[in-house]
């Protein structure tokens, strides 16, 4: 049985990741950090579906925390197969010269180096293996930039960058790196939109509307999947084709 640790499933994107994997035979290890309540309703209701799955406790921007759970989720299951590194924050819309130095170092803490911070702790045992898929979450707004969401957007850019770059360097280790950027996915994290908000977003949505959460899972999985073998280093736009 193959392993997946995913960050931030015990709600929105990640919880819909941990469902598809779930429902494809993988075992889950579910990471949170502060949705537990979520967390134990996601362990129960995939139990109850024949899974195996496990709950984890950790913010992924403390990097110790995160070398922890890496080894308790590998002394539970042994090694981690796929890494989704999920786990992130956005602040409240406004102009860049208004947001506080320390909502900007929590955005990076948590959206940048929490992804790092887990990704070098999967990282020896996937070498060893040769083999592993990491696949991180970025969002449009690091590829074309969201006006009073420039924080965030410098953040998702990185990750894109690092996607990239690590992609090449493990690629020799049979190793692949991708990401997946999403449009609007109707989450928790855009919760305080209007539906006069999301109406004008979505005048720009080809498909006319916001995405779903199993619309960005069912891409985490194709990247996953053997369909993907021969794909590394690349953005996936799951946004309804607005970019
Ligand atoms: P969400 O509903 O707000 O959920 C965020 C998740 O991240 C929660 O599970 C939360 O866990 C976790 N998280 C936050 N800080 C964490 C930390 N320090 N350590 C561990 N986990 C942490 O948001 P979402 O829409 O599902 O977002 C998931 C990912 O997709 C994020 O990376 C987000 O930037 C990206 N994304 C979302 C959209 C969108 O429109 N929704 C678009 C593009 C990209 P706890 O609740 O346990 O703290």
């Given at each position: 049985?193959?392993?997946v640790?995913?960050t ?16 494809e ?19 129960k ?5 024949g899974?195996?799955?496990e ?10 925390a995160?070398s922890?759970?890496?080894?308790n ?13 999920n ?48 696949i ?5 707004w690091?590829?074309c930039?969201?006006?009073?969401e420039?924080?965030?957007s410098?953040a ?7 996607t990239k ?33 999301i ?13 779903k959460?199993e619309?960005?899972?069912?891409a ?24």
């Amino acid at each position: 049985m193959k392993t997946v640790l995913i960050t931030g499933a015990a709600r929105g994107i990640g919880r819909a990741i941990a469902r598809k994997f779930a429902s494809e035979g993988y075992a889950v290890a579910i990471n949170y950090n502060k949705s537990k309540d979520e967390a134990e309703q996601l362990k129960k209701e995939l139990i109850e579906k024949g899974a195996k799955t496990e709950i984890l406790c950790a913010d992924v921007a403390d990097a110790d925390a995160v070398s922890k759970m890496v080894e308790n989720v590998t002394s539970i299951f042994g090694d981690i197969d796929v890494l989704v590194n999920n786990a992130g924050i956005a602040l409240p819309q406004g102009l860049f010269s208004d947001v506080p130095e320390c909502d900007m170092k929590r955005v990076f803490d948590v959206d940048v180096f929490g992804l790092m911070n887990c990704t070098k702790a999967v990282i020896p045992q996937m070498v060893r293996r040769k083999s592993g898929k990491i696949i991180n979450i970025s969002s449009i707004w690091g590829v074309c930039g969201g006006s009073c969401e420039t924080v965030y957007s410098a953040a998702k850019a990185a990750v894109i960058g690092f996607t990239k770059a690590l992609a090449k360097e493990l690629g020799p280790s049979g190793i692949t790196v991708n990401c997946i950027a999403p449009g609007l996915i109707d989450t928790d994290m855009n919760g305080h939109l209007s539906e006069d908000d999301i109406d004008d977003f979505c005048q720009d949505v080809p498909l006319g509307r916001m995405g779903k959460p199993e619309d960005v899972a069912n891409a985490v999985w194709f990247l996953a999947s053997n369909s993907a073998d021969y794909m590394t280093g690349q953005v996936l736009n799951v946004d309804g084709g607005m970019i």
